[in-house]
């Protein structure tokens, strides 16, 4: 098992590096390729009309005229060493690990990374406990009472969770709960927990419900048909001629077995959420990781894009290995080697 | 055997009178099993014989009570120990399952929750009926596989089931089914999935246990062979009806259903080449929905001419040939041992 | 991948959010008691367009707190280094520029006023040197007294340094400061030579040229002070020195910005604005949508961009009249235009660019930018308004702007395409109103039989790359191209030089698309920037839009408009002309 882990952790630190390298190519390789000069790169990230003076400063404050190896290389040397960077009249020291700074509104990347992980970490924990719970549960039942009007009355909302993008439940919820009846906070109402507990669990609640919603619904889904087909099994049949009770067969013996496969994917999901939950923050207007990406893609704003993209990356990557080392946990049959 | 009346409780241990299985299906009503009625004694071993999709393994559900509450339609009577089972509630069967009534599954490897170790499979099944400490149950549970034959039980307890082979897999379930001693035992193809060798050591092993345990045991599976040396009784089944009964002697010696004939036929013997089949049984098992209309067994039935026609237009009534020995067939009983005598005992022992 | 479907994702969600409006917030509820200011105050008798020509809610009630939400965040909250419309109207809240324009709705707006100085410019006799005296006396947040040498460093940091990039570079186009490096590279202030502070209140600009709306420039956030021991570059935006009504509390980038009080604020020394809610508080990189319906709801109080509100807000506006009552419709400085290429055949001839003046349908080309709500049919350059702006028509096309076939068909017999011709149509692909706007063009000249090729550029290099290039222009034929305008002051040469002057032709980034290159117009602008009486000037700049517009390759569709909406426990709302939407230094928040 340590062998395995080890062996992981090298060949993720390898992922991150290729994900560096590919999110760089993409921004600045492919742009160079299609005839973009390193002016033209740099006319998005002076104000409108700048003269060509201001484009040539902003060259130059942003490396844009130097050759892709030494900038990437300058970008790598940052997260191992930190850099140093004009801010005008003096120059401040990033510290490593340095992600460098926002092309458009000079921030280091790294700290506006750790400020804004709170705010991501709420919403997709929360979210994930209740879809987690809300889902399953929905999927049991509707496995149990196959075909009744309950089963039939779920798959339909289900449906529905699975086809609706949050873009739109999600201010169709604020427009009822917050604005209409004003049993829950509006937008852009998002508090840190450390600073109003209270507040940080009012404001949470209608994204959390939306983004569950999509995803209890998928998980119902999943359920339901694990739940369907593990109930088939002759190991089910088994634990009732033993006399179980219908209870504890489903729970003890049909349960675990639909969880599993469900807990992995579980745990991919909230990985990949970790990364930043875009639609959802968009439109909760929730200051988390997927806000500031799908900003800064619209902004061209590489550095925030590149600091995300091994964020996310990291967080899937240790996802992974996480669900890796609990498959092999939870189902005996799997050893890691 | 006798056609069930409304009489109070039987002597015998177990006694079914016309059970009837049926599913509704989208296709139609399935006709599982179709008034199917026998006797079993303690200590005694009953062979159920047939093709799958025979009934046999729904009657051995039905017994347990596993087909309660779901969508199937059960009639008929079930006595075990002077106790109605079909009527009875769900909830009082199922606290005789796995103590007075145990199961040994086909295929252990698919039978055995994957998740959880042998020990504490065998743990829960004797602790659902014996309130006793989990220490307590392993004891227990050790004790049973070492009495099944598996070596260093107490290491192997807390092993998972696909650690172990084909044959030791087999003899944890005979330990789990056997852990509450239970006094009717039902074993559904327990030595399918196992080589030639390891099915002797098994089948062995349930006799032994059987006459340590004095259980009725039932052994369904659709080979004969099987049930040879096991069984002192032998029920063959086709269409979910019961076609020919009788002692396991009657059966392999004087048997008078062409149905059973091709099952001897079909039966693989050391003394024949592989390849020399006699009696194949053409055609494939019928639809449980669209029963073949009189004789079930009319379309694959060599000898239908013989019947007069009846055979396509008249169900055979079950009737008893001689002490104990009942079939199901419009032939009558003269022709049927003539045609035994004369054309099939031959053929089989001429080889 | 990432990017692409998270933009599809978000433009359905868009789509869907329309059908969204009927069961939207309801409008002036309860709100939420939590969070909510409260929409249920004093019922408001104000009527449509009441902002527009009035202040609407006056009130001296101070206290409360202001919120504004925004959908995106600023180049900079550092006044000297911004480009954003409305960071030019805000930061004022907190920086004084020498000179700001009249805290009055109408035209009176207009009309700039001293704010620091104590005087509008004086000019020498050559137009080149422009003087303003600072009032005395007046105090940053910490205390200590404004300096001339602070606005002249101010200058200096915006238009000189690599660093701020974000804002206009006016001053380095316009003072006399050659080989100036910028305060950063040069820490000492007296090499920079363009700008001269005789004493602690006199600020002189010296001018390469004269320049006769310098006034305008002064006016632009860039004059206001900063003290130089004060200045962290980029990081300025966080910790600016404050002249004005307020101060800044804190300011996470991004995410929130927190004004309050201003205890050093003279408003004796200030004619235009007030200081009546304690605190500010803006909110960045909120969804667009969502802030339609906290305004709906009075959870805030104003769109900080000044934009307007988004198509499904606007749709449930204008289906409820008492809703449509908290709403003005203002000009924004946009004109929304096609540009005729001279040089692309036939565009060479002037009555081939007079047959599509005459034969668009400028109803169909308004309908895009949403109708009369979205902007008036425009017929010449100058917005209503711009300083200077006259109302003609030389191309009536049709008693209802549907186009007049009949003058159209002339104009071509006279170009000598009787049947018609093909060109091509340029447009910003990514903008889906523009795009829209290039199908209605193309369906009006279909119908003279002027068959048109549509062809869409990305926005992003439409100015480096394709419109502004005129090689590019030449050899892809592209005859028309759709096109705005805004000016950075309301006037016509800050309306008209960039995109009229012939002299402004460029390889790259040309925004004079029709490459009109006359003399007339050439000296005519020559001659209003250096003309120091104003009505005189402003006559000037009437006569080279009507020169433009007789060589007939401008093709106006309209003066574009905004809806804002103004939720009832808004006080002294008005819509400020300079800036085209509510002046955020006079609002006040009913408790």
Redesign the interface.
Same mark, same amino acid.
């Given at each position: 098992m340590v062998a395995f882990i080890v062996r992981r952790v090298i060949a993720a630190v390898l992922m991150l590096v290729i994900v560096s390298v590919a999110t760089f190519a993409i921004f600045f390789l492919i742009p160079r390729a299609l005839g973009q000069t390193p002016e033209g790169m740099a006319s998005r990230y002076v104000g409108r009309d700048a003269t060509p003076e201001a484009i040539q400063g902003a060259v130059k404050r942003l490396h844009l005229d130097e050759p892709l190896v030494v900038q990437y290389g300058r970008f790598a040397k940052g997260i191992v060493a930190g850099q140093e960077y004009s801010i005008g009249p003096r120059m401040v020291q990033c510290p490593a690990p340095c992600f460098g700074y926002s092309f458009n509104n000079n921030q280091p990347v790294w700290p506006t990374l750790l400020d804004r992980l709170p705010a991501t970490l709420s919403l997709a924990i929360g979210a994930a406990i209740i879809w987690l719970v809300a889902g399953v549960s929905i999927g049991v039942i509707s496995a149990l009472r196959r075909g009744t009007l309950t089963d039939r009355l779920a798959m339909t909302v289900a449906l529905a969770g699975v086809s609706l993008p949050i873009y739109f439940t999600g201010l169709v919820s604020l427009a009822l709960f917050a604005y209409t009846l004003g049993i829950f906070p509006g937008g852009g109402s998002y508090t840190p927990f450390t600073e109003d507990p209270v507040m940080w669990f009012q404001a949470l609640v209608l994204p959390w419900v939306t983004l569950a919603f999509l995803y209890a619904a998928l998980y119902a889904r999943l359920t339901r048909a694990g739940m369907l087909e593990t109930m088939g099994e002759d190991y089910i049949r088994t634990a009732r001629a033993k006399g179980l009770k219908e209870r504890t067969v489903v729970s003890k013996h049909a349960l675990r077995a639909t969880l599993t496969p469900i807990l992995t994917i579980f745990g991919l999901d909230v990985g990949l959420l970790l990364g930043g939950a875009v639609l959802t923050e968009s439109t909760f207007s929730i200051p988390g990781i997927g806000k500031l990406v799908i900003d800064a893609i619209r902004g061209n704003d590489l550095p925030v894009v590149l600091g995300v993209t091994l964020f996310a990356a990291f967080f899937i990557v240790l996802a992974n290995l996480v669900v890796d080392v609990l498959y092999a946990v939870v189902d005996p049959r799997v050893r890691l080697s | 055997m006798t056609t069930p009346s409304a009489s109070p409780a039987p002597g015998s241990f177990l006694e079914l009178r016309d059970l009837r299985i049926h599913f509704p299906t989208e296709d139609g009503l399935v006709k599982s099993v179709d008034g199917l009625s026998f006797r079993l004694e303690r200590g005694k071993t009953l062979g159920i014989v047939g093709e799958s999709g025979s009934g046999k393994s729904v009657t051995s559900l039905g017994i347990l009570g596993l087909h309660k509450g779901g969508r199937a339609k059960i009639s008929g009577e079930i006595w075990l120990d002077g106790e109605e089972l079909v009527g009875a509630s769900p909830d009082h069967v199922r606290t005789l399952r796995g103590k007075k009534m145990a199961m040994i599954f086909q295929d252990p490897l698919s039978s055995m929750h994957p998740f959880y170790t042998v020990g504490q499979q065998i743990i829960e099944a004797y602790r659902i009926h014996h309130n006793v400490s989990k220490a307590v149950a392993r004891k227990h549970a050790i004790d049973m596989l070492g009495r099944v034959g598996i070596p260093q039980p107490d290491k192997r307890v807390d092993s998972f089931p696909h650690e172990f082979s084909g044959g030791m897999r087999q003899r944890a379930m005979i330990a789990m089914a056997l852990s509450c001693d239970p006094e009717l035992l039902i074993a559904d193809e327990p030595t399918t999935a196992l080589d030639v060798t390891v099915q002797a050591q098994i089948l062995d092993l349930m006799l032994d246990l059987q006459r340590e345990f004095n259980s009725a045991l039932i052994i369904i599976t659709h080979d004969l062979g099987v049930v040879a040396e096991l069984s002192d009784d032998i029920l063959v089944m086709y269409g979910g009806k019961c076609i020919e009964y009788g002692a396991a002697e009657d059966i392999f010696y004087r048997p008078e259903h062409p149905y059973t004939w091709g099952l001897l036929g079909s039966m693989p013997r050391l003394d024949r080449e592989p390849t020399e089949r006699l009696m194949p049984i053409k055609g494939t098992p019928p639809s449980l929905i669209n029963v073949p209309s009189g004789c079930a067994f009319n379309p694959r039935c060599p000898y239908r001419e013989r019947t007069g026609g009846k055979a396509t237009t008249e169900v055979p009534q079950l009737v008893e040939s001689d002490g104990g020995h009942l079939v199901r067939c419009h032939m009558p009983r003269e022709e049927r041992r003539a045609i035994w005598e004369n054309e099939i005992k031959p053929m089989m022992e001429g080889s | 991948m990432?990017?692409t479907k998270?933009l599809a #994702?978000?433009a #359905? =969600?868009?789509a869907?959010?329309m059908g969204?409006a009927a069961? =939207? =917030?309801?409008a002036g $509820? &309860? *709100?939420?008691?939590?969070? &909510?200011t409260g929409n249920t105050g004093a019922a408001s008798t104000a009527k449509h367009n009441d902002g527009y020509t009035k202040v609407v809610n006056p009130s001296d009630a101070k206290g409360g707190t202001l919120k504004f939400?925004y959908s +995106?965040?600023p +180049?900079?909250m550092d006044p000297g280094n911004t @480009?954003y419309a409305w960071n030019w109207n805000f930061s004022r809240l907190y920086a004084r520029p020498l000179l700001t324009y009249t805290a009055a709705p109408g035209e009176e707006g207009l009309k700039l006023v001293p704010d620091l100085a104590e005087g509008l410019g004086e000019a020498s006799e050559d137009g080149k040197t422009w003087t303003y005296k600072l009032k005395k006396g007046i105090k940053y947040d910490d205390g200590t007294e404004v300096k001339a040498a602070d606005v002249k460093y101010a200058i200096a940091?915006s238009n000189f340094? /690599?660093? #701020?990039?974000? &804002?206009?570079?006016y001053f380095?186009?316009y003072l006399d400061a050659e080989g100036y490096e910028g305060? @950063?590279k040069d820490k000492d202030l007296a090499n920079f030579k363009g700008i001269e502070t005789p004493d602690d209140y006199t600020i002189v600009f010296k001018l390469k040229a004269p320049f006769s709306e310098f006034d305008f420039l002064v006016a632009n956030p860039q004059s206001a002070p900063v003290p130089q021991a004060k +200045?962290? $570059?980029?990081?300025?935006e966080k910790a600016v020195a404050s002249t004005g009504p307020y101060k800044m509390e804190s300011y996470e980038? *991004?995410?929130q910005l927190n004004l309050v009080k201003n205890e050093n604020w003279d408003p004796a020394t200030d004619t235009t604005r007030k200081q009546l809610p304690d605190r500010i508080e803006v !909110?960045f990189? !909120?969804?667009a949508? +969502?802030?339609d319906?906290?305004l709906? /709801?009075g !959870?805030v109080h104003a769109d900080l961009g000044g934009t307007g509100v988004q198509p499904a807000a606007r749709a449930k506006i204008v289906a409820d009249p008492k809703l449509k009552d908290s709403t003005d419709n203002p000009y924004t400085p946009f004109n929304r235009y096609a540009m005729m290429s001279t040089k692309v055949a036939p565009f060479d001839n002037i009555d081939c660019r007079k047959a599509v003046q005459y034969a668009t349908d400028q109803v169909a080309t308004q309908a895009p930018w949403g109708g009369p709500l979205g902007g008036d049919i425009g017929s010449t350059l100058m917005t209503p308004t711009t300083v200077g702006y006259q109302q003609f028509d030389l191309f009536p096309n049709g008693a209802d702007n549907k186009g007049d076939a009949a003058k159209a068909k002339e104009s071509l017999s006279a170009c000598g395409q009787p049947n018609g011709f093909e060109t091509n149509i340029a447009v910003r692909g990514d903008r889906p109103k523009e795009v829209q706007v290039a199908e209605a063009l193309q369906a009006s000249l279909d119908k003279v039989g002027i068959k048109a090729t549509i062809k869409k550029y990305p926005s &992003?290099?439409w100015s480096?790359?394709y419109a502004g290039r005129p090689d590019f222009v030449h050899k892809n034929k592209l005859g028309i191209m759709i096109a705005g305008w805004g000016a950075d002051w309301p006037s016509g040469f800050g309306f008209l030089s960039?995109i009229v002057d012939g002299r402004f032709i460029k390889d790259s980034?040309n925004?004079n698309m029709m490459e009109l290159n006359d003399q007339a117009v050439n000296d005519l602008l020559d001659k209003g920037i250096q003309t120091t009486d104003a009505a005189e000037r402003n006559k000037i700049w009437g006569e080279v839009d009507k020169k433009v517009m007789e060589s007939a390759a401008f093709l106006p569709f309209v003066y574009e408009k905004t809806l804002l909406f103004r939720p009832s426990s808004l006080t002294n709302v008005y819509v400020h002309p300079a800036y085209g939407m509510y002046d955020y230094t006079w609002l006040g928040v009913q408790q």
């Open positions: - | - | 990432r990017k998270a #994702l978000a #359905l =969600g868009t869907l959010t969204l069961c =939207g =917030g309801s $509820g &309860g *709100g939420n008691n939590n969070t &909510g939400a +995106d965040e +180049d900079s @480009y940091r340094s /690599a660093e #701020l990039t974000d &804002g206009p570079k380095a186009e305060p @950063y +200045d962290t $570059g980029l990081e300025y980038v *991004g995410k !909110q990189k !909120q969804n949508e +969502d802030i319906q906290r709906l /709801a !959870q &992003g290099d480096a790359q960039q980034g925004y």
